[in-house]
């Protein structure tokens, strides 16, 4: 018996078919915001940047303290903290620069048409 009031997510599932949720990432550039644009490339910018800045430092500095095996493995876990909490720190700076920035442009959406005058 396959019973569709049962299921625990119909309502969730009904919510993504209607487009309710995700609403953002289904619009194209193009009708976004100009501030929510620039937002939208800082937040990315600095998720790419931090993550590679994790992966090349931690990488290198996580390696040698491995290799040359006269620290504790707490030592390294306490290395690699430090590391993703540095690397968290450039992200909320790259994000907060791209806050102020976006400050600098309107929140308002786009005209899709030409403008009507009413009258």
């Known amino acids: 018996m396959n019973d569709i009031s049962n299921d625990p997510f119909r309502e969730l599932r009904l919510a993504l078919d209607a487009g309710a949720l995700d609403y953002e990432q289904q619009l194209p550039d193009s009708m976004r915001t100009p501030a929510r644009r620039v937002r939208r490339a800082f937040m990315r910018l ?16 996580l ?14 876990f306490g ?3 430090l590391i993703a ?18 400050s600098a442009f309107s929140d308002e ?11």
């Open 46 to 61: 600095g998720q790419l940047i931090s993550v590679a800045a994790f992966v090349v430092i931690g990488g290198d500095v």
């Open 63 to 76: 390696f040698e303290q491995w290799i040359a095996g006269h620290v504790s493995p707490f030592f390294i």
């Open 79 to 81: 290395t690699a903290c």
């Open 85 to 102: 909490a540095a690397c968290t720190a450039l992200f909320a700076v790259i994000a907060m620069l791209g806050l102020v920035t976006s």
């Open 109 to 119: 959406p786009p005209r899709v048409g030409p403008r009507q005058l009413k009258g």
